[in-house]
């Protein structure tokens, strides 16, 4: 499901008039991360969810720039934060939501890659981003909605790791076959025989026959 199909629903007086309050609160309480930024990339507003999701505990996260925001490992490389690290202008949060500001687009489950530090280990997150325009009194915000898929990616690969392991197996299997086969075949030239009569190689000939079949065979000659 489109998480800002949701977003995008919600009359606009609710996110600016009266209704505020009540927008304020399905936004604090949504079960998927959300955010809200300037066109700077600086938080508005960050729900519980993403707090939860980003390992995030301030409660008042406004003004801190998205990267510094989430824990991005690249916001912490540089001392001035968020867009200035050395992979910044490759960041796909910045280039979804720079291009939802310039254009207006909105911007459905894009997949994403964010390294983050929760300040005990460094995680490296899968998530998918989507981007919405939202009108405010002082100016256009960006609503961000993530949803985190990591647990999805390592499953698909180890999924992906069974198969490849599956595929290598029966690249065995189909080998040993063919050594097998060959194996039986040249089992089955009969070059112990000693003889060259024509006798002899009708006798071969039949033996070739039925050599591969289950069949009793009876071989009679003059001895018996």
């Known amino acids: 499901m489109d998480t800002t199909d949701n977003l995008i629903g919600i009359p606009e007086e609710d996110a600016t008039g009266e209704g505020g309050p009540a927008y304020a609160t399905f936004f604090e ?21 993403a707090r939860a999701v980003f390992s995030n505990s301030l409660e008042d996260t406004s003004g801190i720039k998205f990267g510094n925001a989430v824990r991005c490992i690249e916001s912490a490389r540089d001392p001035n934060g968020c867009g200035a690290g050395t992979s910044c202008e490759d960041c796909p949060v910045s280039c979804v939501v720079s291009e939802t500001f310039r254009t207006g687009q909105i911007h459905r489950r894009v997949e ?3 390294e983050t530090n929760d ?9 998918l981003i989507s981007t919405a325009i939202s009108q405010c009194s002082d100016g256009n915000e960006v609503l961000v ?20 392991k599956i595929q290598k197996l029966q690249d065995r299997l ?8 060959e194996e039986i075949t ?3 030239d009969f070059v112990e025989l000693i ?17 591969d079949t289950d069949a009793n065979v009876l071989l009679l000659g003059e001895t018996g």
Do not use: W
């Open 29 to 49: 309480n949504a079960p998927v991360a959300m955010l809200l930024l300037d066109e700077d990339r600086h938080v508005k507003a960050m729900n519980r969810s």
């Open 112 to 114: 994403a890659r964010i």
């Open 119 to 127: 300040g005990q280990a460094a995680h490296d997150s899968h998530v």
């Open 145 to 164: 909605c993530i949803e985190d898929i990591s647990e999805l990616k390592r499953t698909e690969l180890q999924l992906q790791e069974a198969m490849g």
């Open 174 to 181: 189909h080998q040993e076959n063919l050594y097998l086969r």
């Open 186 to 188: 040249q089992s089955h």
């Open 195 to 211: 003889g060259k009569s024509e006798e002899i190689g009708l006798t071969i000939a039949r033996a070739k026959h039925v050599a």
